[in-house]
């Protein structure tokens, strides 16, 4: 079966844009998270998703950031008015059920650069 | 703050010898443990974990690691490293008391010479 896919994989823009990031979760997977991967940083947790809850956005880092999930399964990362410390990898990760000690499987990433 | 903690960017290892990867993680709640891979352009990988029980675990290729609770600590270990070991590796922390979210580390690089 197919993995996680995210699209695009690599995205360009200029500073002030916006962008939408999209993550195709594995059929069945109810929880959904979304991360960003900033050189030498790690992986800053962003947003959770988990079925129709709402979602857990305590890792927004402002108010440009938003994500949605249609229908409990697609899911997009918003980002307006880009900044260049925006510029990262951002990584969505999915995995069957609600219990979090279950491994988490990742998505290629999108490279987002802002200029 | 529940964190975990690589204290090593870089690891540098002959091929054919043993390879660690450090791990330190933060001792309160009740954590558990990942290690992922990252290979070049690629999404992370899951290596293994520690959940309770045995505190030695093995996981995919080889690799293996040790829940050391007075140490606070989970090394990654392999008793023979590849070149193809060569990547990016995440400890990550959970903890069943504090919900889903995960800590990660900052990852360390290893890199496997010839």
């Known amino acids: 079966g197919a993995g996680v896919s995210q699209s695009p994989s690599n995205k360009v823009t200029e500073k002030g844009k916006d962008v939408e990031l999209r993550c195709d979760p594995i059929?069945?997977?109810?929880?959904l998270y979304w991360y960003r991967q900033s050189l030498g940083q790690g992986l800053e947790f962003l947003i959770y998703f988990q079925g129709n809850s709402a979602p857990d956005k305590s890792g927004l880092p402002s108010d440009r950031f938003s994500a949605e999930r249609t229908g409990g399964s697609v899911s997009t990362l918003t980002i307006q008015r880009t900044q260049q410390e925006d510029s990262a990898v951002y990584l969505c990760?999915?995995?069957?059920?609600?219990?979090?000690?279950?491994?988490?499987?990742f998505g290629p990433g999108t490279r987002l650069t802002v200029l | 703050a529940q964190s975990v903690a690589q204290p090593e960017d870089q690891v540098n290892v002959a091929e054919g010898n043993p390879l660690t990867v450090k791990c330190t993680y933060s001792?309160?709640?009740?954590?558990?443990l990942f290690w992922y891979v990252q290979y070049p352009n690629r999404g992370l990988q899951f290596l293994l974990k520690y959940i309770t029980g045995d505190n030695l675990v093995k996981g995919s290729y080889g690799f293996e690691a040790e829940f050391n609770k007075s140490q606070t600590s989970f090394h990654l270990k392999k008793p023979s490293a590849l070149v193809s070991d060569s990547a990016l590796y995440f400890c990550a922390r959970g903890d069943s008391n504090s919900g889903y979210a995960l800590n990660f580390g900052k990852g360390t690089s290893l890199l496997v010479t010839p």
């Open positions: 990760a999915t995995l069957p059920g609600s219990f979090s000690y279950n491994e988490q499987f």
């Open positions: 001792v309160s709640g009740n954590p558990y």
């Open positions: 059929s069945g997977h109810t929880a």
